[in-house]
């Protein structure tokens, strides 16, 4: 794997991204800008879910002001990730911290899905005076610690040896 | 004492010790850092957006603000702990850094764009509190908000470019 990937990382298209000194810096800024905006969002919209912002609108006109934003911010967050996989391939592939971080992503997306479904196709949704369900509101609460968790292990693919110890492929090279 | 014995003492203090210790102590400030950036940057761009009366504009920019001006705070709070307990470890170079001093000049222009907004502009909120799209000094002052905060970003981020950060793969590029 790590000959495949130091074979890879050669590749005209990686070394040129890995060696212009304003590529990686660029895709990181954006990254953070776009975390900042899903983030926020998702945030938002489990403080509407628990009575806490956005009174006076329903949950389903919430969401319908925050989740355009959250999407694009995902498309912007996975074309800057991918351009900085291409860039430095080892130093995320081989990231204990990187897998962990596509593990929650999935399931933070999952609940996300699960729960738009909901929104719209539930009346209840859609009237700002009725309370959301509990469960429903705990799969929001969970979504923010979700994306909590993803923002730390997005910092700590750059740690990796130091966070996990023997447990990180990148301890052994 | 002058300025360079005054950032040395810091940098050699047992909290600035402490943050540079082996383990995972830097990492984990470093990701609360990035949760509080992700806390003020996406809660203040909400607040811009609405002045600039490109989004949340069903609602008056009064009860966005409210919803928001306690994220936003704990979240700068957050981000002035970990901020001053990142720079204590590297204090004695980075209070000469250009981009960590553009950093701090950037975010005192955001202070003062925002008092200005909230000394003058908000005085006669009463008039365009609903009012879409918002008057002009109210959408200067979300233009600038969101480009100074941008650049604070920017700015922080390229700081761990100017400086020698733990990174294995630094001889491999």
């Given at each position: 794997?790590?000959?495949?990937?130091?074979?890879?990382?050669?590749?005209?298209?990686?070394?040129?991204?890995?060696?212009?000194?304003?590529?990686?810096?660029?895709?990181?800024?954006?990254?953070?800008?776009?975390?900042?905006?899903?983030?926020?969002?998702?945030?938002?919209?489990?403080?509407?879910?628990?009575?806490?912002?956005?009174?006076?609108?329903?949950?389903?006109?919430?969401?319908?002001?925050?989740?355009?934003?959250?999407?694009?911010?995902?498309?912007?967050?996975?074309?800057?990730?991918?351009?900085?996989?291409?860039?430095?391939?080892?130093?995320?592939?081989?990231?204990?911290?990187?897998?962990?971080?596509?593990?929650?992503?999935?399931?933070?997306?999952?609940?996300?899905?699960?729960?738009?479904?909901?929104?719209?196709?539930?009346?209840?949704?859609?009237?700002?005076?009725?309370?959301?369900?509990?469960?429903?509101?705990?799969?929001?609460?969970?979504?923010?610690?979700?994306?909590?968790?993803?923002?730390?292990?997005?910092?700590?693919?750059?740690?990796?040896?130091?966070?996990?110890?023997?447990?990180?492929?990148?301890?052994?090279? | 004492?002058?300025?360079?014995?005054?950032?040395?003492?810091?940098?050699?203090?047992?909290?600035?010790?402490?943050?540079?210790?082996?383990?995972?102590?830097?990492?984990?400030?470093?990701?609360?850092?990035?949760?509080?950036?992700?806390?003020?940057?996406?809660?203040?761009?909400?607040?811009?957006?609405?002045?600039?009366?490109?989004?949340?504009?069903?609602?008056?920019?009064t009860a966005v603000a409210?919803?928001?001006?306690?994220?936003?705070?704990?979240?700068?709070?957050?981000?002035?702990?970990?901020?001053?307990?990142?720079?204590?470890?590297?204090?004695?170079?980075?209070?000469?850094?250009?981009?960590?001093?553009?950093?701090?000049?950037?975010?005192?222009?955001?202070?003062?764009?925002?008092?200005?907004?909230?000394?003058?502009?908000?005085?006669?909120?009463g008039v365009w509190d609903?009012?879409?799209?918002?008057?002009?000094?109210?959408?200067?002052?979300?233009?600038?908000?969101?480009?100074?905060?941008?650049?604070?970003?920017?700015?922080?981020?390229?700081?761990g470019f100017a400086s020698?950060?733990?990174?294995?793969?630094?001889?491999?590029?």
């Open positions: 794997m790590v000959e495949f990937l130091t074979n890879f990382s050669q590749n005209p298209v990686s070394v040129a991204l890995a060696t212009s000194p304003w590529v990686v810096p660029t895709m990181q800024c954006i990254h953070i800008m776009a975390l900042a905006i899903i983030f926020t969002s998702v945030l938002l919209i489990a403080m509407r879910m628990l009575g806490y912002a956005w009174g006076g609108q329903s949950v389903r006109q919430t969401v319908d002001r925050f989740m355009p934003w959250a999407v694009a911010s995902l498309v912007a967050l996975t074309l800057t990730g991918l351009v900085m996989i291409l860039a430095e391939p080892l130093r995320e592939i081989l990231a204990l911290s990187f897998w962990f971080k596509m593990l929650l992503l999935a399931v933070g997306i999952a609940i996300s899905i699960r729960f738009l479904r909901r929104v719209h196709t539930d009346a209840a949704y859609a009237d700002a005076t009725v309370d959301p369900d509990p469960g429903t509101r705990t799969a929001t609460v969970l979504t923010v610690v979700v994306w909590l968790a993803i923002i730390f292990l997005g910092r700590f693919i750059a740690y990796d040896a130091l966070i996990w110890g023997p447990l990180s492929p990148i301890g052994y090279i | 004492m002058n300025l360079d014995e005054f950032f040395a003492s810091l940098q050699y203090s047992a909290i600035g010790e402490w943050v540079n210790s082996a383990g995972p102590t830097f990492p984990i400030i470093e990701s609360l850092h990035v949760v509080a950036i992700a806390l003020v940057f996406g809660t203040i761009l909400i607040v811009d957006l609405r002045l600039l009366g490109l989004a949340s504009t069903s609602r008056p920019f409210h919803d928001l001006l306690k994220l936003t705070w704990g979240g700068f709070v957050l981000a002035v702990i970990t901020g001053v307990l990142l720079f204590l470890p590297n204090a004695t170079t980075l209070w000469l850094n250009f981009e960590f001093r553009t950093k701090m000049m950037l975010l005192l222009l955001a202070g003062i764009n925002m008092l200005v907004f909230e000394l003058v502009t908000v005085r006669r909120v609903i009012t879409v799209p918002p008057p002009n000094a109210a959408r200067i002052a979300g233009l600038l908000s969101i480009g100074l905060w941008g650049g604070v970003i920017v700015y922080g981020r390229l700081i020698a950060v733990n990174d294995p793969f630094a001889l491999l590029l």
